[in-house]
């Protein structure tokens, strides 16, 4: 079961609100290669994933997406906080405003809602975590964008604790497919799938 | 908690002698990998300097500010970051050691922490004659990040 630790993973205390990086920055929490997804995608992998350190993995990997997630959300959410009449008026943040006021909802920086389809469990084991290294390595990309475009220190110390944890999760998922590998017939790894055929 | 120095440079890893073709090889890290201590590690986003690797040099430098949590958000940081060690080293017995020494100081700061501010979760009791766990700020929120 999961149960809520009252604290954040890294404290995220950002001074000035900003409602157009806000908008930008929701794209991690509902968007294509957000924390939602990486959350939902490694811990709903675990059903089908045979060896005992690629459950664990999953799971760890898995729950502390979740954490990010709240991250995001903190951000957002104190991005958006005490919005003054002109700053709703922000041609880029009211279409958002409108729909969402200042609550915070899965959607991409396009305003495109959190979509499953955005993610995949193949329920074979290799090519799910071929598609959890990619899928780090698109939040990295996403986290170096927003590097660029935020000038924010505030809300760029965090960026840069989000975007090294990609780093290090992809490192993990790359030697999750070595211990997989060792496991799989060494001639052919491809020979059968360890998920439905062992 | 710095592991003495170590042949090997700390951005490489052991890939196998012979590979099979048509698979993505990511190096092992090497067993018991040097360390940042757990402030610089939760600053730093990792544990590992070998792992550490910025986008255009942009590095957070700044120690954490002082805030109730921020101890137990270091100490957290390193035990996940040893778990998620582990999940792939798990016959690494000096980090494993190190994980239980980090736990040990987890246990007592948390328990040193709820005593002072209330529970983290439901499964901590304090004897506070009211109920808690409802009490602002919550962690989401700009007070409840502020420096103390």
Redesign the interface.
């Known amino acids: 079961m999961f149960?809520?630790?009252?604290?954040?993973?890294?404290?995220?205390?950002?001074k000035n609100p900003n409602p157009n990086l806000a908008k930008i920055i929701l794209t991690q929490y509902g968007g294509p290669d957000g924390e939602l997804g990486a959350s939902l995608r490694y811990l709903s992998q675990r059903y089908s994933m045979p060896f005992d350190?690629l459950k664990?993995?999953l799971t760890?990997?898995g729950t502390?997406e979740l954490g990010h997630l709240?991250m995001i959300?903190?951000i957002v959410?104190?991005l958006t906080?005490n919005l003054k009449g002109n700053q709703m008026k922000d041609p880029a943040f009211a279409p958002y405003f409108v729909d969402h006021t200042v609550g915070v909802y899965p959607a991409s920086a396009a305003g495109t809602p959190w979509s499953a389809a955005t993610m995949q469990v193949k329920g074979d084991p290799?090519t799910d975590l071929?598609e959890n290294?990619a899928a780090e390595q698109k939040a990295r990309t996403t986290?170096?964008n927003i590097?660029r475009i935020s000038d924010d220190p505030d809300v760029?110390?965090v960026i840069?604790?989000?975007?090294?944890?990609e780093?290090?999760?992809?490192?993990?998922?790359?030697?999750?497919?070595?211990?997989l590998?060792d496991k799989l017939n060494?001639?052919n790894?491809?020979y059968m799938n360890p998920a439905v055929d062992i | 908690m710095q592991s003495k120095k170590r042949e090997i440079p700390t951005g490489m890893g052991k890939l196998?002698a012979i590979a099979?073709l048509?698979?993505?090889?990511?190096?092992?890290?090497m067993d018991n990998p040097e360390q940042y201590e757990a402030n610089l590690g939760?600053?730093?986003?990792?544990l590992?300097p070998g792992?550490?690797?910025?986008?255009?040099g942009?590095?957070?430098k700044?120690p954490?500010?002082q805030?109730p949590?921020?101890e137990?958000?270091a100490l957290?940081?390193a035990v996940?970051?040893l778990?998620?060690?582990l999940?792939?080293?798990?016959d690494d017995a000096e980090a494993l050691e190190l994980y239980r020494r980090y736990q040990q100081l987890l246990h007592d700061k948390r328990m040193e922490y709820v005593r002072k501010h209330g529970?983290?979760?439901?499964?901590d009791q304090t004897a506070a004659p009211e109920y808690e766990?409802l009490n602002d700020p919550?962690?989401?929120?700009?007070s409840?990040?502020?420096e103390v």
Request: proline residues 8%; glycine residues 6%; neutral net charge.
């Open positions: 149960s809520y630790e009252k604290k954040l993973q890294y404290p995220v205390k950002i350190e664990g993995l760890d990997i502390e709240e959300g903190a959410h104190q906080r290799i071929v290294m986290y170096d590097l760029n110390d840069k604790f989000l975007r090294e944890r780093v290090v999760h992809f490192q993990r998922f790359g030697e999750a497919v070595q211990l590998r060494q001639k790894v491809y | 196998p099979p048509a698979n993505p090889y990511v190096p092992f890290q939760l600053v730093r986003g990792t590992y792992l550490d690797l910025p986008f255009q942009m590095v957070n700044k954490l500010p805030s949590t921020s137990l958000q957290g940081f996940q970051e778990a998620l060690y999940d792939t080293h798990r529970p983290l979760s439901h499964r766990w919550w962690p989401w929120e700009y409840g990040n502020q």
